[in-house]
């Protein structure tokens, strides 16, 4: 008689971070931070380009984190929505995804008649397919949150990140930076506003 194998108990507040190939260095950086590794997953191409992907982890009542951008090519976002699906079968308590860059933001209305709103689109799908919450990052337009009506957004901003870099290692280049900055003034209403904020902050930065 074959002995029976019990099943693995899994704890409620477990968390799976997976990295799906678009960020790499990122999701290196993530799984350092959190001191935890990146879960197992086969990602590869049949033949005729289809893509296949298996989670090698025990997925059931675990928190679970995709990290891919969804920019070009378009199997990012693919190969994103298949990863969320396999974790959605294998019982994931919840998913999120990690989008460092939200491909298709800039299509956040209609343009001409008879377009798409792409990120319109994008949200959809990955909210039908049951995508928990989203954290992205600097989004073209802050309308693209409201595409999504059951899933949180987190929306963060890079802007603080940049600064820093700015006063650490271009102190003496700040002056011509803020000259290059300040003639940004053809992007939309939103962008500038951002970019007068940049401007300003830097403008007091010790030389």
């Not at 190939?21 to 931070?33: D, P, Q, R, T, V």
């Not at 929505?81 to 990690?98: K, P, T, W």
């Not at 990140?161 to 930076?177: A, G, R």
């Amino acid at each position: 008689m074959m002995p029976c194998k019990l099943p693995v108990l899994m704890k409620k507040d477990r968390m799976l971070v997976f990295s799906l190939g678009s960020n790499e260095s990122l999701s290196k950086e993530i799984s350092k931070i959190l001191k935890i590794p990146l879960g197992k997953i086969d990602l590869h191409n049949f033949s005729d380009g289809e893509q296949h992907i298996q989670i090698h982890e025990h997925c059931r009542d675990a928190h679970i984190f995709l990290i891919q951008s969804t920019n070009q090519p378009d199997s990012n976002f693919t190969r994103l929505a298949l990863a969320v699906d396999a974790a959605r079968r294998a019982s994931a308590r919840e998913i999120s995804v990690v989008i460092p860059y939200f491909g298709y933001a800039r299509q956040e209305r209609m343009s001409m008649p008879r377009t798409p709103i792409s990120a319109r689109v994008f949200a959809t799908i990955l909210e039908t397919l049951g995508v928990n919450r989203v954290l992205t990052m600097d989004l073209h337009a802050r309308a693209i949150e409201g595409f999504f009506f059951r899933t949180i957004v987190d929306h963060l901003y890079g802007r603080g990140e940049f600064i820093k870099v700015l006063q650490k290692d271009l102190k003496k280049e700040i002056k011509m930076m803020t000259l290059w900055l300040s003639h940004r003034t053809r992007e939309p209403q939103t962008m500038q506003d951002d970019w007068v904020h940049v401007y300003s902050t830097i403008q007091i930065l010790p030389s």
